[in-house]
Every structure is written in C-alpha cells, then in structure tokens.
C-alpha cells in the first residue's frame, strides 16, 4: 500500500529531546519530507532529506533515515512550547506516468509541557 | 507570489446543503491536490490533478464528493448533500511535479474550515 505510519500522538516535557517516528513505503522515494502544522494553520515544510543521505542536522532539527527498515525520524533538541504543532512525514512517488505524488502521514501531535 | 489560495477560509453550513470549496495554485504549478484533516484519520488525500486531468480519485469518500480543475489557475471540490461527518479542514496543495522530485516539494494553502451542522 501507500501508507506512511507515524503515531498519533506524542507529549515531552520543555527542554527535553523530541523523537518523532515515521515509517514510509516506497523504498525508491527521492526526498523524504518533514512538515509542521501549527495551530489553525496550513502545512509548511520543516526539512527535508535526499534519499542518499543518512543523516541531516540543521540547528535543533535532526533527521536519521534507514533506507533498510524505510524508517524516518525527527529528532527536536530543547524541545520548546512553540515547537507543538503537528508534524507530518511526507514521500514523493513517482508514477509510470512520469508525474508523482506526495503521500504524507497522518501527522504526530506533538505536545510540549512546560 | 502569494501562495495556494482557498476559499472560504471558514464555513458553516446545515446538513444535506451543497458545498462548494474553492482553489487557486500556484502559478506555473502543474499538479494540484486536495487533502482532508480530521482528528481521528489526520491527513487524506483525496484527489490529485496534473495538468488538469483527474489521476487519481480513489481518496474521494463517496459519490457525494466531486472535484474539477476547468483550468491551470482553478480548482473546486464539491460535497452534495452534506452531512455532519464532513466537517473537516479540507486542504488544497500544488507542485510542479515536471522533471525530477525535488527538495522544492509541494506547497499547501491555509485550509477551509467546514463544519456541517
């Protein structure tokens, strides 16, 4: 199938390490994709991950890939009370037509504590 | 360029009535795709257009859900009748999915709010 999992729900107290876990489908997938959803609003881009790539840190962001197990995650490093949103893992597939299409998660609510 | 733009942003609306959500994509973009988002199923796809012609539909719930693109820059997703399990936010999003998949990626609008009371 299409699927990409990623549980429902996840809850770190401030300060703390944030792991956010997603699992994908098509091993073939070029870019693999984070996305934040703050309240009330639409989905932006967080980062992203070229599938060469093992591993991408960008400030309190990073991102381990395991082409093996097609297992993606999220790392957010002091987590802060701005940080909740949710968060979307997201694959690109591309089609026998020559077109692609994005398949995203059904998205980790993440809950910071103060 | 001011983005994927929707309409409404929010509505209210009784069951069995007709609703009608509007999309604008980005210019130059050749794929549009309209996601919904509840709490219990998160994000769906539920259609996706490229170069204006249907490509896949089978995330549309029910002969109730009915979606067009007339042309590059317009899109609308239509629910008729309506009933109270439709209230969702329902997201449209495009990319220009012409060459290679790149980091550029897709981009999303704010959403419509619908609830169907």
């Known amino acids: 199938g299409e699927d990409v999992e990623q549980s429902l729900f996840l809850s770190v107290r401030e300060g703390d390490s944030s792991v956010i876990n997603c699992t994908y489908t098509d091993s073939s997938s070029t870019y693999l994709y984070w996305y934040k959803q703050e309240p009330g609003a639409g989905l932006q881009l967080l980062t992203y991950i070229f599938s060469n790539m093992d591993m991408k840190q960008d400030q309190r962001l990073t991102v381990l890939l395991n082409k093996k197990d097609k297992h993606l995650s999220l790392r957010i490093a002091d987590t802060q009370t701005g940080d909740s949103a949710i968060y979307f893992c997201a694959e690109v597939l591309i089609l026998l037509s020559g077109t692609y299409k994005y398949i995203f998660g059904t998205g980790t609510r993440l809950k910071v504590l103060a | 360029d001011a983005g994927v733009i929707q309409s409404p942003r929010h509505e209210v609306t009784e069951m069995g009535q007709e609703v009608t959500l509007r999309c604008k994509p980005i210019s130059g973009h050749n794929s549009l795709f309209w996601y919904r988002q509840t709490m219990m199923r998160g994000l769906e796809l539920l259609i996706y257009?490229?170069?204006?012609?249907?490509?896949?539909d089978s995330g549309m719930p029910e002969d109730r859900f009915s979606a067009k693109m007339p042309n590059a820059s317009f899109s609308t997703l239509k629910i008729q009748p309506s009933e109270p399990r439709d209230s969702a936010v329902y997201f449209c999003?495009?990319?220009?999915?012409?060459?290679?998949?790149?980091?550029?990626?897709?981009?999303f609008g704010e959403g419509s709010w619908l609830t169907v009371v």
């Open positions: 257009f490229n170069n204006n012609v249907p490509i896949d």
């Open positions: 999003a495009s990319t220009d999915s012409t060459g290679e998949p790149r980091r550029d990626t897709i981009y």
